[in-house]
């Protein structure tokens, strides 16, 4: 039997928001908006369409192209996600300093 080296393993509650919109550009959205203790604060978004996932706050959605790589989508839908992530993404918390 192989044995693992964890560098972590844990159980958390988590609470988790079920979004579907569409913008603009006529994209449909449909988000799973996780928040989690972990990751200073950042939300887990994923993408239920192509099931994609990233660790997104603030900074990450300041960041150009990060939203286009990560759920690969042009420009124009990236802006109407940045706009909808903006309200729901709040501060990073460092609070292991």
């Known amino acids: ?7 972590y393993d844990g159980t958390e509650e988590t ?4 979004v579907c919109f569409v ?3 006529l994209r ?4 799973a908006i996780t928040s989690t203790n972990r990751f200073y604060g950042k939300k887990l978004v994923t993408d ?4 994609r996932t990233a660790v997104i706050g603030p900074d990450d959605l300041e960041e150009e192209g990060y939203l286009e ?3 690969k989508i042009n420009e124009e839908e990236a802006a109407e ?3 909808f992530l903006s ?5 990073i918390n460092f609070t292991d300093i």
């Open 1 to 7: 039997m192989m044995e693992f080296d964890y560098l």
């Open 48 to 51: 239920l369409q192509i099931g």
């Open 81 to 83: 996600l940045t706009e």
């Open 15 to 18: 609470k988790t928001r079920f």
């Open 69 to 71: 790589h990560v759920f």
């Open 87 to 91: 309200a729901i993404v709040g501060p």
């Open 28 to 31: 449909r959205f449909d988000l």
């Open 23 to 25: 913008g603009e550009s």
